[in-house]
Protein backbone atom coordinates (compact mmCIF):
# COMPACT_ATOMS: atom_id res chain seq x y z
CA UNK A 1 0.00 0.00 0.00
CA UNK A 2 2.77 2.34 0.88
CA UNK A 3 4.52 1.40 -2.37
CA UNK A 4 0.89 2.17 -4.71
CA UNK A 5 0.78 5.49 -2.55
CA UNK A 6 4.18 6.48 -3.13
CA UNK A 7 3.89 5.85 -7.25
CA UNK A 8 0.74 8.01 -7.17
CA UNK A 9 2.00 10.65 -5.37
CA UNK A 10 5.28 10.79 -7.84
CA UNK A 11 2.90 10.87 -10.84
CA UNK A 12 1.02 14.09 -9.21
CA UNK A 13 3.89 15.90 -8.18
CA UNK A 14 5.15 17.31 -11.38
CA UNK A 15 1.02 18.18 -12.15
CA UNK A 16 0.69 20.19 -8.58
CA UNK A 17 4.17 21.55 -8.83
CA UNK A 18 2.98 23.33 -12.43
CA UNK A 19 -0.29 24.43 -10.61
CA UNK A 20 1.97 26.00 -8.19
CA UNK A 21 4.34 27.67 -10.22
CA UNK A 22 1.27 29.24 -12.31
CA UNK A 23 -0.48 30.72 -9.39
CA UNK A 24 2.95 31.95 -7.89
CA UNK A 25 3.76 33.64 -11.40
CA UNK A 26 0.02 35.12 -11.73
CA UNK A 27 0.88 36.63 -7.83
CA UNK A 28 4.90 37.54 -9.10
CA UNK A 29 2.51 39.79 -11.72
CA UNK A 30 5.77 40.37 -13.89
CA UNK A 31 3.54 41.06 -17.12
CA UNK A 32 4.77 41.14 -21.14
CA UNK A 33 2.88 44.05 -21.58
CA UNK A 34 4.76 46.87 -19.42
CA UNK A 35 2.94 49.83 -20.91
CA UNK A 36 -0.57 51.00 -19.06
CA UNK A 37 -3.12 52.12 -21.02
CA UNK A 38 -2.46 56.28 -20.09
CA UNK A 39 0.23 58.00 -18.26
CA UNK A 40 -0.59 61.57 -18.25
CA UNK A 41 0.71 64.85 -16.21
CA UNK A 42 -1.40 65.61 -13.31
CA UNK A 43 -1.36 69.36 -11.62
CA UNK A 44 -3.45 70.93 -9.34
CA UNK A 45 -5.83 73.85 -10.57
CA UNK A 46 -4.92 77.26 -9.31
CA UNK A 47 -7.60 77.51 -6.64
CA UNK A 48 -6.56 74.83 -5.08
CA UNK A 49 -2.94 75.79 -4.90
CA UNK A 50 -1.79 77.60 -1.92
CA UNK A 51 1.82 79.50 -0.92
CA UNK A 52 4.17 79.38 1.61
CA UNK A 53 2.59 82.57 3.52
CA UNK A 54 -0.54 80.75 4.17
CA UNK A 55 0.92 77.54 6.06
CA UNK A 56 0.06 77.66 9.90
CA UNK A 57 2.33 75.13 11.84
CA UNK A 58 0.21 75.29 14.28
CA UNK A 59 -2.49 73.68 12.63
CA UNK A 60 -0.14 70.76 11.13
CA UNK A 61 0.42 68.89 13.72
CA UNK A 62 0.10 68.36 17.50
CA UNK A 63 2.89 69.32 19.17
CA UNK A 64 4.50 65.83 19.51
CA UNK A 65 5.65 66.09 15.62
CA UNK A 66 5.70 69.95 15.23
CA UNK A 67 9.46 69.89 15.52
CA UNK A 68 10.13 67.38 12.85
CA UNK A 69 7.46 69.50 10.32
CA UNK A 70 8.70 72.38 10.98
CA UNK A 71 12.15 71.28 10.39
CA UNK A 72 11.22 69.96 6.96
CA UNK A 73 9.11 72.37 6.18
CA UNK A 74 12.02 74.85 6.33
CA UNK A 75 14.20 72.26 4.58
CA UNK A 76 12.13 72.25 1.13
CA UNK A 77 12.00 76.11 1.40
CA UNK A 78 15.64 77.04 0.99
CA UNK A 79 15.95 74.13 -1.20
CA UNK A 80 13.48 73.93 -3.80
CA UNK A 81 11.63 76.70 -6.32
CA UNK A 82 7.85 77.15 -5.23
CA UNK A 83 6.81 76.24 -8.82
CA UNK A 84 8.14 72.62 -7.95
CA UNK A 85 6.11 72.62 -4.21
CA UNK A 86 2.94 73.28 -5.46
CA UNK A 87 1.69 70.10 -4.52
CA UNK A 88 3.37 70.85 -0.94
CA UNK A 89 1.57 73.72 -0.10
CA UNK A 90 -1.57 71.95 -0.95
CA UNK A 91 -1.15 69.45 1.57
CA UNK A 92 0.55 70.92 4.27
CA UNK A 93 -2.05 72.76 6.16
CA UNK A 94 -4.25 69.87 6.58
CA UNK A 95 -1.59 66.97 7.28
CA UNK A 96 -2.09 64.78 9.97
CA UNK A 97 0.51 62.86 12.26
CA UNK A 98 -0.35 59.53 13.98
CA UNK A 99 1.43 57.74 16.08
CA UNK A 100 1.26 54.13 14.99
CA UNK A 101 1.61 52.87 18.63
CA UNK A 102 -1.85 54.89 19.58
CA UNK A 103 -3.40 54.50 16.29
CA UNK A 104 -6.65 52.35 15.76
CA UNK A 105 -6.26 51.81 12.05
CA UNK A 106 -2.59 50.34 12.99
CA UNK A 107 -4.26 47.58 14.61
CA UNK A 108 -7.58 47.11 12.14
CA UNK A 109 -5.57 47.81 8.84
CA UNK A 110 -4.88 44.52 6.69
CA UNK A 111 -1.46 45.04 5.87
CA UNK A 112 0.80 45.70 8.57
CA UNK A 113 2.32 49.37 9.29
CA UNK A 114 6.05 48.70 9.95
CA UNK A 115 7.83 52.27 10.27
CA UNK A 116 5.66 54.35 8.57
CA UNK A 117 3.09 54.98 6.26
CA UNK A 118 1.32 58.04 4.09
CA UNK A 119 -2.11 57.61 3.76
CA UNK A 120 -2.96 60.34 0.43
CA UNK A 121 -7.00 60.04 0.17
CA UNK A 122 -6.74 61.54 4.09
CA UNK A 123 -3.56 63.49 3.91
CA UNK A 124 -2.15 61.18 7.06
CA UNK A 125 0.84 60.20 8.26
CA UNK A 126 0.76 56.75 11.01
CA UNK A 127 4.39 56.64 12.69
CA UNK A 128 6.53 54.57 14.67
CA UNK A 129 7.39 56.57 17.19
CA UNK A 130 10.03 54.64 18.66
CA UNK A 131 12.18 55.21 15.70
CA UNK A 132 10.23 58.84 13.86
CA UNK A 133 13.32 60.75 12.77
CA UNK A 134 14.40 57.70 10.38
CA UNK A 135 10.80 57.62 9.04
CA UNK A 136 9.09 60.83 9.28
CA UNK A 137 10.80 62.60 6.59
CA UNK A 138 10.77 59.29 4.08
CA UNK A 139 7.25 60.02 4.59
CA UNK A 140 6.98 63.93 4.64
CA UNK A 141 8.38 63.42 0.81
CA UNK A 142 5.50 61.31 0.22
CA UNK A 143 2.89 63.84 1.57
CA UNK A 144 5.34 66.51 -0.72
CA UNK A 145 4.77 64.68 -3.73
CA UNK A 146 0.97 63.24 -4.12
CA UNK A 147 -1.54 64.84 -5.62
CA UNK A 148 -5.07 62.52 -4.99
CA UNK A 149 -7.55 62.96 -7.59
CA UNK A 150 -9.40 60.29 -8.57
CA UNK A 151 -6.31 58.42 -8.48
CA UNK A 152 -2.94 58.51 -6.65
CA UNK A 153 -0.48 60.38 -8.39
CA UNK A 154 2.82 60.32 -5.96
CA UNK A 155 6.39 61.05 -7.06
CA UNK A 156 6.54 58.76 -10.04
CA UNK A 157 3.72 56.36 -9.20
CA UNK A 158 0.48 56.04 -11.65
CA UNK A 159 -1.87 53.79 -12.73
CA UNK A 160 0.26 51.00 -10.54
CA UNK A 161 3.05 51.87 -11.98
CA UNK A 162 6.09 52.92 -10.63
CA UNK A 163 5.95 52.30 -6.75
CA UNK A 164 9.86 50.81 -6.60
CA UNK A 165 11.38 53.80 -7.87
CA UNK A 166 9.34 56.43 -6.07
CA UNK A 167 10.38 54.55 -2.87
CA UNK A 168 13.76 54.24 -3.47
CA UNK A 169 14.28 57.98 -4.06
CA UNK A 170 12.21 58.84 -2.07
CA UNK A 171 14.36 57.32 0.90
CA UNK A 172 17.15 58.89 -1.54
CA UNK A 173 16.08 62.35 -0.82
CA UNK A 174 15.19 61.95 2.82
CA UNK A 175 18.98 60.93 2.78
CA UNK A 176 19.92 63.26 1.20
CA UNK A 177 18.45 66.21 3.07
CA UNK A 178 17.74 65.22 6.27
CA UNK A 179 21.27 62.61 7.05
CA UNK A 180 20.41 60.57 10.33
CA UNK A 181 23.11 58.88 12.35
CA UNK A 182 20.63 55.97 12.73
CA UNK A 183 21.62 52.15 11.97
CA UNK A 184 17.96 51.14 10.72
CA UNK A 185 18.66 49.60 7.59
CA UNK A 186 16.07 50.71 4.24
CA UNK A 187 14.02 47.93 3.25
CA UNK A 188 14.68 49.80 -0.01
CA UNK A 189 18.07 50.10 0.04
CA UNK A 190 19.43 48.43 -3.69
CA UNK A 191 16.04 50.97 -4.83
CA UNK A 192 18.10 53.37 -2.99
CA UNK A 193 21.09 52.90 -5.35
CA UNK A 194 19.64 52.64 -8.44
CA UNK A 195 17.64 56.01 -8.01
CA UNK A 196 20.93 57.77 -7.67
CA UNK A 197 22.28 56.05 -10.68
CA UNK A 198 19.25 57.19 -12.72
CA UNK A 199 19.91 60.58 -10.73
CA UNK A 200 22.97 61.02 -13.09
CA UNK A 201 21.25 60.33 -16.18
CA UNK A 202 18.31 62.57 -15.24
CA UNK A 203 20.03 65.41 -13.56
CA UNK A 204 19.72 66.51 -9.90
CA UNK A 205 17.71 69.13 -10.23
CA UNK A 206 15.51 67.84 -13.37
CA UNK A 207 14.72 64.65 -11.16
CA UNK A 208 13.78 66.44 -7.90
CA UNK A 209 11.65 68.59 -9.94
CA UNK A 210 10.12 65.53 -11.95
CA UNK A 211 9.42 63.79 -8.56
CA UNK A 212 7.81 66.79 -6.83
CA UNK A 213 5.60 67.46 -9.20
CA UNK A 214 4.44 63.84 -9.69
CA UNK A 215 5.69 64.21 -12.90
CA UNK A 216 6.19 60.09 -13.98
CA UNK A 217 5.47 60.89 -17.88
CA UNK A 218 7.93 63.77 -17.69
CA UNK A 219 10.58 60.95 -16.73
CA UNK A 220 9.70 58.65 -19.71
CA UNK A 221 10.13 61.30 -21.77
CA UNK A 222 13.51 62.16 -20.02
CA UNK A 223 14.94 58.71 -20.58
CA UNK A 224 13.24 58.52 -24.07
CA UNK A 225 16.14 60.93 -25.02
CA UNK A 226 18.19 57.64 -25.03
CA UNK A 227 16.02 54.15 -25.34
CA UNK A 228 12.68 53.21 -26.22
CA UNK A 229 9.59 53.73 -24.46
CA UNK A 230 9.34 50.06 -24.11
CA UNK A 231 12.25 49.39 -22.53
CA UNK A 232 11.75 52.32 -20.17
CA UNK A 233 8.20 50.58 -18.62
CA UNK A 234 10.15 47.30 -18.66
CA UNK A 235 12.69 48.84 -16.62
CA UNK A 236 10.37 50.55 -14.22
CA UNK A 237 8.51 47.34 -14.07
CA UNK A 238 11.44 45.40 -12.97
CA UNK A 239 11.91 48.11 -10.11
CA UNK A 240 8.11 47.01 -8.97
CA UNK A 241 8.85 43.73 -9.32
CA UNK A 242 12.12 43.83 -7.06
CA UNK A 243 10.30 46.51 -4.01
CA UNK A 244 7.50 43.69 -3.69
CA UNK A 245 9.53 40.53 -4.12
CA UNK A 246 13.16 40.89 -2.74
CA UNK A 247 12.74 40.18 0.09
CA UNK A 248 10.83 37.07 -0.48
CA UNK A 249 12.25 34.05 1.75
CA UNK A 250 12.22 30.45 0.32
CA UNK A 251 12.10 31.48 -2.91
CA UNK A 252 12.27 28.47 -5.42
CA UNK A 253 14.75 28.05 -8.43
CA UNK A 254 12.26 29.98 -11.20
CA UNK A 255 11.34 32.55 -8.48
CA UNK A 256 15.04 33.25 -7.86
CA UNK A 257 15.72 33.66 -11.55
CA UNK A 258 12.97 36.53 -12.30
CA UNK A 259 14.51 38.14 -9.54
CA UNK A 260 17.64 37.52 -11.25
CA UNK A 261 17.04 38.88 -14.42
CA UNK A 262 15.04 41.78 -13.02
CA UNK A 263 18.64 43.33 -11.20
CA UNK A 264 20.53 42.35 -14.87
CA UNK A 265 18.12 44.24 -17.05
CA UNK A 266 18.13 47.24 -14.70
CA UNK A 267 22.07 47.22 -15.15
CA UNK A 268 21.40 47.09 -18.54
CA UNK A 269 18.92 49.78 -18.83
CA UNK A 270 21.18 52.15 -16.68
CA UNK A 271 24.24 51.37 -18.75
CA UNK A 272 22.69 51.63 -22.14
CA UNK A 273 21.30 55.26 -20.79
CA UNK A 274 24.19 56.75 -19.66
CA UNK A 275 26.18 55.52 -22.33
CA UNK A 276 24.45 57.26 -24.96
CA UNK A 277 23.63 60.37 -22.85
CA UNK A 278 27.39 61.00 -23.04
CA UNK A 279 27.41 60.24 -26.54
CA UNK A 280 25.37 62.94 -27.04
CA UNK A 281 26.71 65.23 -24.86
CA UNK A 282 30.70 65.02 -25.41
CA UNK A 283 32.37 65.74 -28.56
CA UNK A 284 33.58 63.15 -30.72
CA UNK A 285 36.90 64.38 -30.71
CA UNK A 286 37.14 63.79 -26.90
CA UNK A 287 36.61 60.09 -27.00
CA UNK A 288 38.83 59.27 -24.11
CA UNK A 289 36.88 61.67 -21.49
CA UNK A 290 33.68 60.19 -23.27
CA UNK A 291 34.74 56.59 -22.74
CA UNK A 292 36.16 57.28 -18.97
CA UNK A 293 33.13 58.45 -18.04
CA UNK A 294 31.29 55.40 -19.17
CA UNK A 295 33.74 53.02 -17.76
CA UNK A 296 33.58 54.69 -14.41
CA UNK A 297 29.81 54.89 -14.28
CA UNK A 298 29.34 50.91 -15.42
CA UNK A 299 32.04 50.39 -12.26
CA UNK A 300 30.01 51.89 -9.78
CA UNK A 301 26.97 49.57 -10.35
CA UNK A 302 26.37 46.70 -8.47
CA UNK A 303 28.16 43.50 -10.08
CA UNK A 304 26.65 40.71 -7.44
CA UNK A 305 24.39 40.70 -4.98
CA UNK A 306 23.32 38.80 -1.97
CA UNK A 307 20.14 38.12 -0.35
CA UNK A 308 18.95 35.68 1.95
CA UNK A 309 22.46 33.55 1.37
CA UNK A 310 21.69 33.36 -1.81
CA UNK A 311 24.07 35.31 -4.29
CA UNK A 312 22.86 36.77 -7.52
CA UNK A 313 25.90 37.25 -10.50
CA UNK A 314 24.17 40.16 -11.93
CA UNK A 315 26.84 41.67 -14.39
CA UNK A 316 29.93 40.41 -15.78
CA UNK A 317 32.78 42.43 -17.52
CA UNK A 318 31.57 40.53 -20.96
CA UNK A 319 28.39 41.77 -20.00
CA UNK A 320 29.67 45.75 -19.77
CA UNK A 321 31.12 45.14 -22.57
CA UNK A 322 28.34 43.91 -24.79
CA UNK A 323 26.01 46.67 -23.38
CA UNK A 324 28.25 49.39 -24.21
CA UNK A 325 28.27 47.82 -27.64
CA UNK A 326 24.99 47.84 -28.30
CA UNK A 327 24.57 51.43 -26.97
CA UNK A 328 27.02 52.63 -29.77
CA UNK A 329 25.24 50.24 -32.72
CA UNK A 330 21.78 51.38 -31.70
CA UNK A 331 23.12 55.19 -31.84
CA UNK A 332 24.50 55.03 -35.32
CA UNK A 333 21.28 53.05 -36.34
CA UNK A 334 19.45 56.22 -35.16
CA UNK A 335 21.64 58.98 -36.91
CA UNK A 336 20.97 57.20 -40.53
CA UNK A 337 17.49 57.26 -40.00
Do not use: W
Not at 52 to 69: G, H, L, T
Not at 73 to 83: M, P, R, T
Not at 255 to 267: A, Q, T, Y
Amino acid sequence: MKDKNSSILKFIKPVIIYYAASKVIKNYNLHSDYKPKSISKVTLPPELTIEYSDIDINKIVSSKYKESVLKFVKVLIQNFSKDDLKIFYNNINSLKVKSKNTCIQSFIIKRKIIAGEYDPENNEIIIDDNIIYSTIFHELFHMASTIYKDDIYSGFYQSSLGRGLTEGYTEFLSRRYFPSNSNVVCAYEYLVFVSNKLEHIIGKEKMQRLYLNANLKGLIDELKLYTKEEDIMKFISNTDFLVEHMADRNLELFEKNMIGDCLKNINKFLITCYSKKQQLEIKKDNIETLLKNIKDYSSSLVSNIEIHNHKYIVMTDKDVKEYIRLSFETTRDTKKI
